[in-house]
């Protein structure tokens, strides 16, 4: 008997849609607004989603409580209040879009719950503007 966990957040965090193989024209062309060169924030919210069998013992498919610390401690740590191209290691060669990020999340998160569990992350960037990653 197979449950779906969910663990909802947010984050603050400023990036720039840019690819520097691209004139700023064409970067213009294509990201607008989000490429301006100084930065700009949102306020992320982030949903994980852990499918799994039911733990007969505990009737856990996992503990919400790890799956708080797991956020918190590799995912939370290293985004919240920073700058995404600047500050955090995956987006020094990757743009920090919606998709990227999710699908960033995804891959640090894969590596710290039990490979048993299909993983998705949505990734609020708007209210109205989300992405959900679950694999390749
Ligand atoms: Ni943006």
Not at 48 to 62: A, F, H, Q, R
Not at 82 to 90: A, F, G, I, S
Request: proline share 4%; net charge negative; with cysteine.
């Amino acid at each position: 008997m197979k449950a779906t966990v969910c663990r909802k957040t947010h984050f603050n965090a400023a990036h720039r849609l840019y690819n520097p193989t691209w004139q700023d024209a064409k970067n213009e062309e294509v990201f607008g607004v989000c490429s301006r060169p100084n930065y700009h924030g949102h306020n992320y919210d982030l949903v994980v989603k852990v499918t799994g069998e039911i733990n007969p013992e505990t009737g856990y498919v996992m503990d919400m409580k790890n799956l708080k610390t797991i956020i918190e401690n590799s995912v939370l740590k290293k985004f919240d209040h920073y700058n995404l191209n600047v500050d955090v290691e995956e987006f020094k060669n990757q743009i920090p879009t919606a998709e990227n990020i999710a699908a960033t999340i995804w891959k640090i998160l894969k590596e710290k719950i039990n490979p048993d569990f299909d993983l998705t992350v949505v990734l609020y960037e708007t209210e109205r503007n989300f992405v959900e990653f679950s694999g390749e």
